[in-house]
């Protein structure tokens, strides 16, 4: 079945570590989206990617970093940077077709990430 | 810059009522409309996509409404059921692509 999987469903950060939450899919979709959620709030968006090389930040990019080497994957690093980090994640991703933004997102199942 | 709104933030109903979700948007620009389930730790479902030139969308008990002009629009549920029990959100596609999401409203529907 064609879908996203983010892996780990959960992941704990010491101080002043880095992690990554990997996110690939198999949907042979182009564009691709990490959004984090907080309790009561809704997602936000961190980084996109609408091409294989090519990546953007969103609106709280601060503290994140990512990369886009190839199309199934977009893997999310947590830096030491990032002062709060301690919330769900979710990957994201659509097929872009002629350049059009009607296409539907799909989602991961997310990974929640808590301080140590 | 898009701003989404749902109301209420929570709704708590009895089993077999018909119920309505409201979400508003700022900008009426907009390329379509997603509504999505949430539940506890879990990923998003996609309930139903509503494209701009579109007033509406059905499946199954859910059906949703779009009117552009008033920057509105209503998810709703018929003969509710304590497996609709979860948090509804709303979202708009911002100009990459993204989606800009409501806080959502946490449903219960109790036996």
């Known amino acids: 079945d064609g879908g996203i999987t983010q892996s780990p469903k959960y992941l704990f950060r010491k101080e002043g570590q880095n992690v990554t939450l990997s996110c690939e899919q198999n949907?042979?979709?182009?564009?691709m989206y990490w959004y984090r959620q907080d309790p009561g709030q809704g997602l936000r968006l961190i980084y996109y990617s609408q091409i294989v090389n090519d990546f953007q930040k969103g609106d709280i990019a601060e503290g994140y970093s990512v990369s886009r080497e190839k199309k199934e994957s977009f893997p999310l690093t947590v830096t030491s940077a990032q002062k709060n980090p301690t919330a769900f994640y979710l990957c994201a991703s659509r097929i872009v077709w002629a350049g059009l933004l009607d296409q539907p997102q799909h989602f991961g199942d997310g990974t929640r990430l808590s301080i140590l | 810059k898009q701003e989404v709104t749902q109301i209420p933030a929570a709704l708590s109903v009895p089993e077999g009522e018909n119920l309505v979700l409201n979400c508003s948007f700022t900008?009426?620009?907009?390329?379509?409309l997603q509504w999505f389930r949430q539940d506890p730790g879990k990923g998003l479902t996609s309930l139903l996509l509503?494209?701009?030139?579109?007033r509406e969308q059905t499946s199954g008990r859910l059906n949703a409404s779009l009117d552009k002009s008033s920057g509105r629009s209503t998810l709703y549920i018929a003969a509710s059921q304590p497996g609709d029990s979860a948090t509804y959100l709303c979202a708009v596609v911002g100009s990459q692509g993204n989606l800009i999401f409501g806080k959502g409203t946490k449903l219960s529907v109790k036996p």
């Open positions: 900008d009426s620009a907009i390329y379509n």
């Open positions: 509503i494209q701009s030139s579109q």
């Open positions: 949907l042979n979709h182009d564009a």
